[in-house]
């Protein structure tokens, strides 16, 4: 796992969970959608060892046709959506809750999507990271808002994941930009004791 | 129960937590990718089948 410029590059197996993943990018992707993953799939993606229920991914804003028609084609290819009846979803992504898309008879791992809404979301979409893994392309947050967020979020899971990305890619975080968004995330003080673990 | 036991070995569970991410880390940085994807496709291939398992015992019930 490497950067060459500003692409991550990741070769290996994929696992179940990264078809999975795959698959269902690859049909946000056809639908040319801009989004970015974040949260918990990152740290995996870039070798956390751990499984997970759900993967984040953040939409640009859709209006409520172009909403249907991503609907449908996920549909198509044999998702449903785990928390809203199909009628009820753009209303729902327009109030600023996520939907769950889930592959047929199944409810995990179900894909979490929203619209890019607050500034930290629209950083995240406009600042995403090119990932290659082998010869499939996914986008994912940039590693200093993605631990700074996941210090925000509280857990001892989540500082793992934190503790993962900034070990796995210390060379390569800018310093500032983490010191910026752990400010503005009010979590200096998680920050202190992450570079100190 | 000694709650101040407990929460001594929560802590020191977190701490060996903590250094076990860390070590996992830095084997994925300095091992090729197939040898780090290999392991850790077991911990997640073997999670996804074991609720796949359950779904279906659960549905044949």
Known sequence: MKFEGNTLKIGGELSNLDQKVLDFIEIITEAEIDYVIVSGYVAILTGRSRGTEDIDVILEELNPGETDQIVEKLTENGYWCINSGKDEIYSMLEDDLAVRFAEKDEVIPNFETRFARDEFERTALKERIKVEINSNTLYISPLELQIAYKLHLGTEKDFEDALHLYKSFEDRINPGELDRYAEKLEVKVKLDELRKT | ?61
Not at chain 2, 26 to 36: E, G, L, R
Not at chain 2, 52 to 61: A, G, L, P, Q, Y
């Open chain 2, 1 to 61: 129960m000694n709650l101040e036991k407990l929460e001594e070995k929560k802590k020191k569970n977190i701490e060996q937590r903590r250094e076990f991410v860390k070590q996992w880390a830095n084997y994925v940085k300095n091992n090729p990718d197939k040898k780090w994807s290999k392991q850790q496709n077991t911990v997640i291939n073997a999670q996804i089948k074991l609720r796949k398992e359950t779904r279906e015992n659960k549905s044949r019930e």
